[in-house]
């Protein structure tokens, strides 16, 4: 069992920066692959950054291409979530998730962290 955990959320104003950070307990997460989701409230849960174990394969939501960057270190076990150029409409619980193979699909992760919430004043 993979457990995540997410931490770098809070309150920024709009075209401020945040970097999230996400973590496994347990397991090493090195061969899974890695995508970040957010779910602003009465909205769906919706695909932000996907990266695959090697860091060979990157994939964005056209809403956040060129403002957001999906990275990893595999000797830290961690991956992170570069949020530059943020707008209101950035504000959402972000979740990090785990799967075997990198995909901007939900169904393809299979363990997910509890979420960390991003904020953007306008």
């Known amino acids: 069992q993979v457990q995540l955990v997410e931490s770098g959320g809070g309150l920024v104003q709009a075209g401020g920066s945040l970097r999230l950070s996400c973590a496994p307990s347990g397991r090493t997460f090195r061969r899974y692959a890695m995508g970040w989701f957010r779910q602003a409230p009465g909205k769906e849960r919706e695909f932000v950054a996907a990266?695959?174990?090697?860091?060979?394969?990157?994939y964005y939501a056209d809403s956040v291409k060129g403002r957001f960057t999906i990275s990893r270190d595999n000797a830290k076990n961690t991956v992170y979530l570069q949020m530059n150029s943020l707008k209101p409409e950035d504000t959402a619980v972000y979740y990090c998730?785990?799967?075997?193979?990198?995909?901007?699909?939900?169904?393809?992760?299979?363990?997910w962290g509890q979420g960390t919430q991003v904020t953007v004043s306008s």
């Open positions: 998730a785990a799967g075997e193979e990198v995909t901007t699909i939900k169904r393809g992760y299979d363990y």
């Open positions: 990266i695959s174990w090697s860091g060979g394969r990157i």
